[in-house]
């Protein structure tokens, strides 16, 4: 059974930073590309960030680009989203997706996998 974990979440000021971890098991972690979402109340699911399964290339959304890094660890399954300077509009669900494919591919609608998520809060 796969499962994808999200910890890491909780309450910040803005200006903040906060290290989101996702836990993989049940799966090839290597044979998967791995990126974050999130969603806010009322919003669309938005891309955050994404890492290829090689771990070579990453890509991220424009409202991110510069605060927020993602990396993984190959031996402990697991892909991290570390966020820095977090702004009110960074607030949202956050959770990581599985992709059986070299590049992950953002605009996949439906997921391979996904997790539950984690909260995120960012006060003014």
């Known amino acids: 059974q796969v499962q994808l974990v999200e910890s890491g979440g909780g309450l910040v000021q803005a200006g903040g930073s906060l290290s989101l971890s996702c836990a993989a098991s049940?799966?090839?972690?290597?044979?998967?590309?791995m990126g974050w979402f999130r969603q806010a109340p009322g919003k669309e699911r938005e891309f955050v960030a994404a890492i290829s399964w090689s771990g070579s290339t990453t890509s991220y959304a424009d409202s991110v680009k510069g605060r927020f890094t993602i990396s993984r660890d190959k031996a402990k399954n697991t892909v991290y989203l570390q966020m820095n300077s977090l702004k009110p509009e960074d607030t949202a669900v956050y959770y990581c997706?599985?992709?059986?494919?070299?590049?992950?591919?953002?605009?996949?609608?439906?997921?391979?996998?996904r997790g539950q998520g984690t909260q995120v809060t960012v006060s003014s």
């Open positions: 049940g799966l090839a972690f290597s044979n998967y590309a």
């Open positions: 997706a599985a992709d059986r494919f070299p590049i992950f591919r953002a605009t996949k609608k439906e997921l391979d996998y």
